[in-house]
């Protein structure tokens, strides 16, 4: 009796389980699945590069206008962005960070580099961010 209860329990959680899989389909879980479903859709993630790239230009713009550094058209701006790209904006905009940090390193204590080819001797800021960020 136990036993025939037991085996009716489990193929209904088998049952139960394949069901709920069809209802969810091929639904993404984690930041790490996100992330790679961008990564592996080419034309999403050079659109959000590009995207990225255009806020960096704007807020070194503003940097030099004298534009408040935290207005909220550029606030809303990085929401956009956050909002398309998602968790994986971070990754990217700390990937270019790190890109930034180590170029500047390079750069004062004389390593060359090659983006140094690309920008030339004097470097300014929107000429680093245009050859780093490709998009």
């Given at each position: 009796m136990f036993e025939f209860l037991f085996?009716?329990?489990?193929?209904?959680?088998?049952?139960?389980?394949?069901?709920?899989?069809?209802?969810?389909?091929?639904?993404?879980?984690?930041?790490?699945?996100?992330?790679?479903?961008?990564?592996?859709?080419d034309g999403d993630k050079t659109g959000i590069a590009f995207e990225i790239k255009q806020y960096l230009l704007a807020i070194i713009e503003d940097d030099k206008s004298g534009v408040e550094k935290f207005s909220d058209a550029r606030i809303l701006q990085a929401e956009r962005i956050l909002d398309r790209a998602g968790p994986s904006a971070m990754y990217w905009m700390t990937d270019i960070a790190t890109q930034l940090a180590f170029l500047a390193a390079a750069k004062i204590n004389g390593t060359p580099t090659n983006i140094d080819e690309i920008i030339g001797e004097n470097p300014t800021p929107e000429a680093i961010v245009k050859a780093v960020v490709k998009g």
């Amino acid at each position: 009796m136990f036993e025939f209860l037991f085996i009716a329990a489990l193929v209904y959680l088998y049952l139960e389980r394949r069901a709920r899989k069809k209802r969810e389909g091929k639904r993404l879980r984690g930041l790490d699945a996100e992330l790679k479903a961008i990564v592996e859709n080419d034309g999403d993630k050079t659109g959000i590069a590009f995207e990225i790239k255009q806020y960096l230009l704007a807020i070194i713009e503003d940097d030099k206008s004298g534009v408040e550094k935290f207005s909220d058209a550029r606030i809303l701006q990085a929401e956009r962005i956050l909002d398309r790209a998602g968790p994986s904006a971070m990754y990217w905009m700390t990937d270019i960070a790190t890109q930034l940090a180590f170029l500047a390193a390079a750069k004062i204590n004389g390593t060359p580099t090659n983006i140094d080819e690309i920008i030339g001797e004097n470097p300014t800021p929107e000429a680093i961010v245009k050859a780093v960020v490709k998009g």
